[in-house]
């Protein structure tokens, strides 16, 4: 079973930033297209960036755009998430997740448990 683990959460002041990290199980990371999705209180969860195998191509939410930069590291089998200028509406738990190689946001595996993010104004 892939296990998924989320870390690097926290409380941070508006305009701040956070990197989060995820390592995953699967011995087929490297070829692997990942994903971050995000779910705030009361909301589906949604879409947030995610990054091709090769870590050469990159996909954005709107609302993250030119904020938030995704990486990988393939050699350790983990993912990250680059937050700069925090904004009190990226405040959700934040997760990982593989992805469908023919749409980069439809995630496509189990949920790992998650790391919160709250950003204060």
């Known amino acids: 079973q892939v296990q998924l683990v989320e870390s690097g959460g926290g409380l941070v002041q508006a305009g701040g930033s956070l990197r989060l990290s995820c390592v995953a199980s699967?011995?087929?990371?490297?070829?692997?297209?990942m994903g971050w999705f995000r779910q705030a209180p009361g909301k589906e969860r949604e879409f947030a960036a995610a990054i091709d195998w090769s870590g050469r191509i990159t996909l954005y939410a709107d609302s993250v755009k030119g904020r938030f930069t995704i990486s990988r590291d393939n050699a350790k089998n983990a993912v990250y998430l680059q937050m700069n200028s925090l904004k009190p509406e990226d405040t959700a738990v934040y997760y990982c997740?593989?992805?469908?190689?023919?749409?980069?946001?439809?995630?496509?595996?189990?949920w790992g448990q998650g790391t919160q993010v709250t950003v204060s104004s």
């Open positions: 699967q011995r087929s990371f490297s070829t692997d297209e």
């Open positions: 997740n593989a992805v469908s190689s023919r749409n980069l946001r439809l995630p496509r595996g189990s």
